[in-house]
């Protein structure tokens, strides 16, 4: 991921088109007009060998003739010369481009970015609309209208689609900081956008429109880090199937593609829409309300009839009504007619005026049980809406300069009649829709956003055994079974392979002969009532559908006769499938256990993909299942397994106990370490895990592999937690400890270190004696994507001793580190021994510089630095020193990249 030369894209001093045109109607011409309309206060150039002048702009005959370097090149040129365009466009100092030529190859397409490559070029399309900038005056597109100035971004794959919301949006008044047609994503794409517009000031929200999700790995990491900072909001249309293949595993064959997309933007924190109409509401009450501090909604109406279709809709959506606390409700009765409601909604009658609206606003604004307030209005001609929208519009404001801000939503029904109330609504920044239908899903939509924001800061339980495994072990078994040519795991193999990473499975043996299972089948009914055989083939996957499974056999003869007629049934069935022998297990009886599927997959568009849901052999018939991204913690197992249905079941009823939770938990949790740790791994399903009161356990398995050096598998959206780079080490004057990766569940220790650091030592570290220290600042010091961060923890029983970070910038070329220790650890050489570990993880890496600015009152932080090889000069301000650590070559860069 890269925002390198963006800023040449996004804010351009200078733009040059190459293609002008004065043939009427042609893009040529119409980017040469919008160009010079859009109101861009630099110079724009454009070029055109054939003509002097086009619509009073001089022509150029080529970029090499320009009297300076452009920013950006727009390129509207036949496909074939798009490459030497490029080409010409990074030796004339160009650092951007926005190809909007069509057609452009696969092979003209490759052409084109190694000849920007030398450059550091950035590319936006082929295939685009172009590239519009409201604020800085840029109209680099073919669009027929320039938006106004706003705060909303807007990226799509759609060029189409991007006239049209421009037109959709200029009739509503709603304007933007970036509109930008990515087309094809050659160079530029989703990923390097949300990573610039994460600290871009002039937007508020970012909305994307997408067809489809390239490099799946960053867009979730970028995501990550910009629905931090703003909204992120995906309309992705369709539920295409991942691919056109027949699946191994039943794992494979329900995991589409829209599962896959819907368990990204989840783990990213993004919000993701169904329609148009939906991108935009989203955003509007996104960026308009304050945040929800819980999901109760209350109703105020004039009309009994909205408050029943806004109470359906919540329901139908699974939102909860506020239920009115009795000295809320009586607070009501003092003000309110006799014949009002008496609930929620509350119906305040139809003849209602301006100031009964007023009394029950108060009252509802000051209600605690309130976390958000939905008004509507019915038009009557007993009292106005239009004095009524004013009135909210007032309590409204009064609210927020007495501090008790809530959530307002409003919904005036009708078409002339709410015209200008609506206009006030819009005026005062409070949301209103047209419906109380939509008001309630644009409440939803906030609920939904609260949701993920909280999931982003949720800290897990602590489950350091769920991250104890042997994959050592694992490793041996995977390496032997494709020595082997076994592309897809015997079930004892599978079996033994799960166990490596503490899954519980049923013990199994391998039978080569119906009088062998008799053999193995008498050892095993002397401890169980009965047992189990299997039919052992590397060409039959679902064994049940040819007969390959017995059940409940109770006697040694029975299991032999039962494997004698399993060779002449699958012979019949499956002639040319090549039988290895049979597994004999016990019968696992535990009456009331739920069957369970448990797997992953690989995804196309994200990767490896955990599933969970009902099991069983009608898998695919009761459909409940549920998606997320490997690896997992405990508290995104939980959120999985609520997903589905059979997780109410799981929950306990009437007389049935809950099942063991908990071990469920982590085997999702064991199973995607287990997946993301083995590239080998394409395909895993268990099916049956038996869960109940006493625990779970695996009665069966499948594992597809295949050899990563021969066909490597995609790679993993969510990088996992390193546990390489866990170390034991003793530190003279303090003892034995280790140094490891920071982890979510660290956080009550994160919060306790501090405690033991003095106010001074806290203003060397963040420059401010008084560093917040509220839940949000330690979960997002203990969350952190280890795709761009890194931060080290030593750790001694249960405390945390000291912490030594890096953040890289969005170029994974430099990275800003800070370190700090418990004051009363100070000088005993445990910031040295974080230091040189994070050093040695940052030229593992391949990280070319580690940074940072010091204050010059902080000499143990200098010394520090220089014994480890840090140069140190003084920054503008005399009290700072800025500090840097050359790691290793990195490649030619045309300009510093900026630091964090």
């Known amino acids: 991921m890269t925002v390198r030369n963006l800023d040449k894209l996004l804010l351009p001093r200078s733009v040059a088109l190459v293609g002008a045109s004065p043939e009427p109607h042609s893009v040529g011409s119409i980017l040469v007009r919008n160009l010079r309309s859009g109101g861009f206060d630099g110079p724009i150039w454009i070029i055109n060998p054939k003509h002097v002048e086009i619509d009073g702009l001089a022509c150029f005959r080529s970029l090499d003739a320009l009297p300076a370097a452009p920013d950006l090149v727009v390129v509207a040129t ?3 010369t798009v490459p030497a365009v490029i080409a010409e466009a990074g030796a004339r100092g160009a650092r951007a481009a ?23 070029l950035r590319v936006q399309g082929p295939n685009c609309l172009g590239l519009i900038l409201p604020h800085v005056g840029v109209n680099a597109s073919f669009s027929h209208l320039m938006p106004a100035p706003g705060d909303l971004a807007f990226l799509s794959q759609s060029g189409a689609l991007v006239t049209a919301v421009i037109d959709w949006a200029a009739a509503r008044g709603i304007g933007f900081s970036q509109v930008i047609s990515l087309g094809d994503m050659a160079d530029v794409d989703f990923g390097d956008l949300l990573d610039y517009l994460a600290g871009d000031v002039t937007s508020r929200a970012i909305l994307i429109y997408m067809e489809q999700m390239t490099a799946a790995a960053k867009f979730v990491s970028a995501a990550r880090r910009a629905s931090r900072a703003k909204p992120v909001i995906v309309l992705k249309p369709g539920r295409n199937a991942t691919a056109a293949k027949a699946a191994m595993s039943h794992t494979g064959a329900l995991a589409g593609s829209d599962a896959a997309y819907n368990a990204a933007f989840r783990r990213a924190g993004v919000l993701r829409v169904k329609e148009l109409r939906q991108l935009f509401d989203a955003a509007e009450i996104l ?41 809320t409700i009586a607070k009501l009765n003092e003000t309110m007619p006799k014949t009002w409601s008496g609930a929620n909604p509350v119906d305040i009658i139809g003849d209602a005026p301006p100031d009964r609206y007023a009394s029950a606003m108060r009252v509802l604004l000051e209600d605690r049980a309130t976390d958000a307030l939905l008004v509507m209005n019915c038009p009557t001609a007993l009292a106005s809406s239009e004095a009524a929208a004013q009135v909210i519009v007032d309590e409204v404001a009064a609210a927020k300069a007495e501090q008790r801000r809530k959530v307002v939503l409003t919904s005036w029904l009708g078409d002339g009649a709410a015209a200008e109330s609506r206009r006030l609504f819009t005026e005062a920044n409070i949301p209103t829709f047209e419906t109380p239908e939509a008001a309630v899903e644009g409440f939803m939509q906030l609920v939904r956003y609260r949701r993920a924001q909280d999931e982003l800061m949720q800290v897990p339980p602590s489950a350091p055994e769920a991250l104890r495994f042997d994959a050592a072990a694992a490793d041996k078994i995977l390496k032997e079974a494709l020595a082997a040519n076994h ?55 679902h064994k049940s559908d040819v007969g390959g499974v017995r059940l409940a056999l109770t006697t040694p003869a029975e299991a032999r006769v039962a494997a004698e007629e399993m060779l002449v049934n699958i012979a019949k069935l499956r002639p040319k499938a090549v039988i290895r022998g049979f597994t004999v297990q016990a019968m696992i009886e535990r009456a009331g256990a739920h069957e369970l599927i448990v797997g992953a997959s690989e995804d196309a568009t994200v990767g490896p993909l955990m599933m969970f849901g009902a099991g069983g052999t009608s898998v695919e018939v009761t459909a409940d299942t549920a998606h997320a991204l490997p690896p997992l913690d405990l508290k995104l197992a939980h959120q999985m397994m609520r997903e589905t249905r059979v997780y109410r079941l799981l929950k306990g009823y009437r007389d049935r106990p809950a099942a063991d939770i908990e071990a469920i938990a982590l085997v999702l949790v064991r199973l995607s370490y287990l997946v993301a740790r083995h590239q080998e791994i394409r395909e895993i399903d268990i099916n049956p895990l038996l869960a109940d009161e006493h625990g779970v356990i695996a009665l069966d398995a499948r594992v597809a592999i295949a050899d990563p050096a021969q066909k490597p598998r995609r790679p993993l959206s969510v990088r996992p937690y390193p546990v390489e780079w866990e170390r034991s080490v003793k530190i003279d004057d303090i003892g034995e400890m280790v140094l490891r990766p920071i982890r979510p569940d660290d956080e009550p220790q994160y919060e306790k270190f ?36 890194m931060a080290f923890t030593a750790v001694a029983g249960n405390e945390i001793l000291g912490v030594a970070r890096l953040i890289a910038d969005p170029d994974y070329r430099r990275a800003e580190f800070a370190v700090i220790v418990r004051s009363d650890l100070k000088g005993k050489g445990l910031g040295s021994a974080l230091m040189q570990h994070l050093v040695r993880y940052a030229r593992a890496e391949g990280l070319s510089e580690l940074y940072g600015d010091v204050l010059a009152a902080n000499a143990t932080m200098l010394r520090l630095c220089r014994d480890l090889g840090f140069t140190a000069a003084i920054k503008n301000d005399a009290d700072v020193f800025h500090v840097r650590l050359p790691l290793g070559p990195t490649e030619p860069s045309d300009e510093p990249t900026s630091g964090i």
């Open 78 to 80: 036949p496909p074939q």
């Open 98 to 120: 926005v190809v909007i030529t069509a057609g452009v190859t696969r092979e003209l397409r490759q052409a084109m970015l190694d000849a920007a490559r030398p450059y550091c």
């Open 287 to 327: 960026s308009s309300s304050p945040t929800l501090p819980g999901e109760r909604l209350t109703m105020l109406t004039n009309g009994g009839g909205a408050g029943v279709l806004a109470t359906d809709a919540l329901a139908d959506l699974g939102g909860r009504l506020t239920d009115l606390p009795a000295e």
């Open 487 to 541: 592309y897809t795991l015997s079930e004892i193999e599978a079996k033994n392979l799960l166990a490596t990473y503490g899954i519980p499975v049923v013990p199994t043996a391998v039978a080569t002969s119906p009088a062998e299972v008799e053999s193995k089948a008498r050892d095993i009914l002397e401890f169980h009532r009965a047992c189990v055989i299997k039919i052992l083939s590397d060409d039959i996957t």
């Open 754 to 789: 501090f405690s033991f650091i003095t106010p001074e030592d806290l203003r060397m570290r963040f420059f401010t004696a008084a560093p917040e220290r509220t839940f949000r600042f330690f979960a997002r010091m203990t969350q952190i994507d280890y795709a761009r961060e």
